[in-house]
């Protein structure tokens, strides 16, 4: 298994506090991703970042910002939280941007909303 | 609206027997398809994909139709295992066009394989 740790794995906030899900990597892969996971949705990517201080928004950026600091952490942060950003969120990683090279999907976040 | 379908949110199939999942998708441009497996509390795990260039792809007992005529695959699994229970999802992308490519998840599809 890829060595891809997601903290926390569960939490509970209420309405308009910030939020910082946490995406850890020993693999030492260029590519991270952030996506979540909704009922009737699928898997919609948020975010993704190609390199150490390079991101780029994915297609439900709308309310999340992101951070790379190391290459073995990428950060998701919800500014100020909102009941419709309750979802299962994961982190994911490949060594490249090609759809060919396999992604990676670490354990997942339970985020809920109040 | 969305360009990867799984019109099926759950099937169920006898141990042994032959598991069939389906997917649709709607962009002619899409040329390289996914099927991902995710058990409860886990993250998605790829299991095998195929090339628009090709219309099977076999590893195992997992077995993955191309049909481009009518923008569908099909995912056999054969036979079926009771660990083979899990939401599978179906997913393409968009070839080589430089920088990021863009994959495009379908719902999901619960697959119960009864002993």
């Known amino acids: 298994d890829a060595g891809i740790t997601q903290s926390p794995r569960h939490k509970v906030t209420e309405t308009g506090t910030p939020v910082t899900l946490r995406c850890h990597q020993t693999?030492?892969?260029?590519?991270m991703y952030w996506y979540r996971q909704d009922p009737g949705h699928g898997l919609r990517l948020i975010h993704y970042?190609?390199?150490?201080?390079?991101?780029d928004k994915g297609e439900v950026s709308d309310g999340y910002s992101v951070s790379r600091s190391k290459t073995e952490d990428f950060l998701l942060t919800l500014e100020s939280a909102t009941s419709s950003q309750t979802s299962v969120y994961f982190c994911a990683i490949s060594t490249s941007a090609r759809s060919t090279d396999t992604q990676y999907f670490g354990p997942g976040t339970r985020l809920t909303v109040l | 609206d969305q360009q990867v379908k799984q019109n099926s949110p759950s099937l169920s199939v006898q141990e042994g027997r032959i598991s069939i999942l389906n997917c649709d998708y709607t962009n002619s441009m899409f040329d390289y398809f996914l099927w991902y497996k995710k058990y409860p509390a886990e993250g998605p795990t790829f299991l095998i994909s195929?090339?628009?260039?090709?219309d099977k792809n076999e590893d195992g007992r997992f077995t993955v139709f191309l049909n481009k005529s009518a923008k569908h695959l099909s995912l056999h699994i054969v036979p079926s295992q009771p660990g083979d229970s899990a939401v599978y999802f179906c997913?393409?992308?968009?070839?080589?066009?430089?920088?990021?490519?863009?994959?495009?998840f379908g719902i999901g599809t619960k697959l119960q394989v009864i002993p």
């Open positions: 195929i090339s628009s260039i090709k």
């Open positions: 970042s190609y390199g150490v201080k390079d991101t």
């Open positions: 997913a393409a992308s968009i070839g080589d066009s430089g920088g990021y490519q863009k994959v495009t």
């Open positions: 693999e030492n892969h260029r590519y």
